[in-house]
Nanobody, 116 residues
């Protein structure tokens, strides 16, 4: 059974940093890529960042230059380093494993709250 477990969320001040982790119960090479999404109150879920099995990355415009996604294949873990946090980054952050020919898998989410 595939499980994705996020950790590292919490409360941060504007301008501060947090690092989210997503630990997979299987090899992350099982997926074409891994991604972080977020859902802010009253808003739709949005893609924050993703990283392919070949370590190519892309980011939402709103987080470029502030967030960095990375992966540790030996630990089957994906990270999201968030810096220069803004109140508008407040959301529940979800880890996602995706493949073009298989189902997506999701973590349970971790709350990030940024105070001004």
């Amino acid at each position: 059974q595939v499980q994705l477990v996020e950790s590292g969320g919490g409360l941060a001040q504007a301008g501060g940093s947090l690092r989210l982790s997503c630990a997979a119960s299987v090899s992350i090479f099982r997926f074409s890529g891994m991604a972080w999404y977020r859902r802010a109150p009253g808003k739709q879920r949005e893609l924050v960042a993703r990283i392919t099995s070949g370590a190519s990355t892309d980011y939402a415009d709103s987080v470029k230059g502030r967030f960095t996604i990375s992966r540790d294949n030996a630990k089957n873990t994906v990270y999201l380093q968030m810096s220069t946090l803004k109140p508008e980054d407040t959301a529940v952050y979800y880890c996602n494993g995706y493949s073009p020919f298989g189902p997506d898998y999701w973590g349970q989410g971790t709350q990030v709250t940024v105070s001004s």
